[in-house]
Nanobody, 123 residues
């Protein structure tokens, strides 16, 4: 079982940058696919980014491609989301997720979620 705790959210101006962190615990962390999702008020949960345990496989949602970067430091049991060129439409609660399989993670079909961290981008 994996436990996930997000941090690093806050208020930032449009065009600025923010780095989110997800601290993980559990024996199988190093082999889990890790990812980020977000959900804005009145909208469905949206896939943001994912990477495999080695960091060699990455994928991004179309709306953040080229602006966001996902990475992980397995020695620190932490996954990061570097967000650049932020836009007001990036405002949402960002959730960290983990799963043993790539397909289930990207689809959001996993029971392993963090509590979320709020990101607000002002115009």
């Amino acid at each position: 079982q994996v436990q996930l705790v997000e941090s690093g959210g806050g208020l930032v101006q449009a065009g600025g940058s923010l780095r989110l962190s997800c601290a993980a615990s559990g024996r199988t962390f190093s082999r889990y696919v890790m990812g980020w999702f977000r959900q804005a008020p009145g909208k469905e949960r949206e896939f943001v980014a994912a990477l495999n345990w080695s960091g060699s496989w990455r994928d991004y949602g179309d709306s953040v491609k080229g602006r966001f970067t996902i990475s992980r430091d397995n020695a620190k049991y932490t996954v990061y989301l570097e967000m650049n060129s932020l836009k007001p439409e990036d405002t949402a609660v960002y959730y960290c997720a983990a799963d043993r399989g790539w397909s289930d993670l990207v689809r959001g079909s996993t029971p392993n979620w963090g509590q979320g961290t709020q990101v607000t981008v002002s115009s």
